[in-house]
């Protein structure tokens, strides 16, 4: 449980300290960082490069509370931050005076074995004409098996990650969020059995609560190791295409409107370390494959191109709790449902480290469940 600090002596001078410090200032880091501010607890965010830069900034976008790609552990909990993504959205935009792009419109599933998640509502041909006209699936005569592909529409939203982070930050830092930007953490500091700060390579912060929301670096810090690795997405955005009003989740590729015109296609999935470059090469297979299923497609204009890491873990699921060392909590391993269990993540934590029982069952994604394979 987070404790009330203040400065301290240390060799006879005063240092700042601070009730807890996040490691990560990805949406995870930033909205924990609110959800305690809100609790009058002082909080520092210590992040690597600048704020929301890596993966929440590369991210989709896709708040899909009930999908096949899920775990089913993971379900309860992705429902539940959905159903608080308006709530959620709307305070940010109250405190951060910035416009997010959170989108209402739903997701139609294209799948060739029917294999849909549940509470989805099955659409013929005529339907998905008139739903979405610039559709080729299952029309399209580039598919073998047009009879064979079957669509569903689901009533999911979506929002623009890069505008969700851009009203984080500037929420937090009206909140009263401190932000320590390009500070690598190097080292997790311990006094005897308990956390005591954190060690950057420009500095030393102290606290008696650390959490560690690092996202794909969370690994890199001890105290314990996490097997957390970066699993690569290569995505790309286009303009000038013909109006798309709802996200499209095909077999191979993913399509996903933002109100702007652009258009967000994705993602590969690559264990290649640390490297953020894209590839012409994976970027050109994921426009052909957005183009079989959008023809009109092949006339927009490529806007940009980019890399994002996420954070996995072997059983692809985040890890949540608190771990040997008393004050070390993680908060991380989201891996492709960062933006969409950020909510729930604020919440859940929020109530562990002020003692209190977490209003969902945290077991599943203890980072004890570990143990063994990294001892």
């Not at 560690?212 to 314990?224: E, Q």
């Not at 934590?349 to 004890?368: C, N, Q, R, V």
Request: proline content about 6%.
């Amino acid at each position: 449980m987070a404790q009330a600090s203040g400065d301290r002596l240390l060799y006879n001078f005063p240092v700042k300290s601070w009730d807890v410090i996040i490691v990560g200032g990805g949406i995870i880091g930033l909205s924990l960082a609110i959800s305690l501010r809100k609790q009058a607890l002082r909080v520092l965010v210590v992040e690597r490069s600048e704020p929301g830069r890596e993966a929440s900034s590369a991210a989709a976008g896709m708040l899909v509370g009930c999908g096949t790609e899920i775990p089913e552990v993971l379900k309860v909990l992705a429902a539940a931050s959905a159903e608080m993504y308006p709530e959620f959205v709307h305070e940010l935009e109250d405190e951060s005076g910035l416009k997010v792009d959170l989108r209402d419109q739903g997701t139609i599933v294209i799948s060739r074995d029917g294999k849909f998640p549940e509470r989805v509502e099955s659409l013929s041909s005529a339907q998905l004409s008139e739903l979405e006209p610039e559709l080729a699936i299952p029309h399209g005569g580039s598919l073998r098996a047009p009879s064979e592909v079957q669509a569903a529409v689901l009533k999911e939203r979506s929002v623009d990650p890069r505008k969700l982070v851009a009203a984080a930050i500037k929420a937090s830092r009206h909140r009263g969020v401190d932000i320590s930007s390009g500070s690598e953490v190097k080292a997790i500091l311990v006094s005897g059995e308990r956390i005591s700060g954190v060690q950057t390579d420009k500095a030393s912060y102290f606290s008696g609560t650390v959490i560690n929301c690092a996202g794909a670096w969370s690994g890199c810090l001890s105290t314990p190791a996490l097997p957390v690795h970066p699993v690569k997405g290569q995505m790309l955005a286009v303009v000038g295409a013909p109006a798309l009003r709802r996200v499209v989740r095909g077999e191979a590729v993913y399509l996903v409107p933002r109100s702007d015109g652009r258009i967000v296609i994705g993602s590969t999935l690559e264990n290649a370390g640390y490297d953020k470059r894209t590839n012409v090469n994976a970027i050109q297979k994921l426009f052909e494959a957005a183009v079989e299923l959008m023809p009109a497609l092949a006339k927009a204009k490529k806007h940009e191109d980019w890399t994002g890491l996420r954070p996995g873990t072997p059983d692809s699921m985040p890890i949540l709790g608190e771990c040997q060392t008393h004050g070390y909590f993680v908060a991380s391993g989201h891996y492709r449902d960062g933006i969409l269990l950020a909510p729930i993540t604020a919440r859940l934590m929020t109530e562990l480290i002020l003692g209190k029982k977490p209003a969902y069952d945290l077991t599943p994604f203890s980072p004890y469940r570990f143990r063994s394979a990294s001892s």
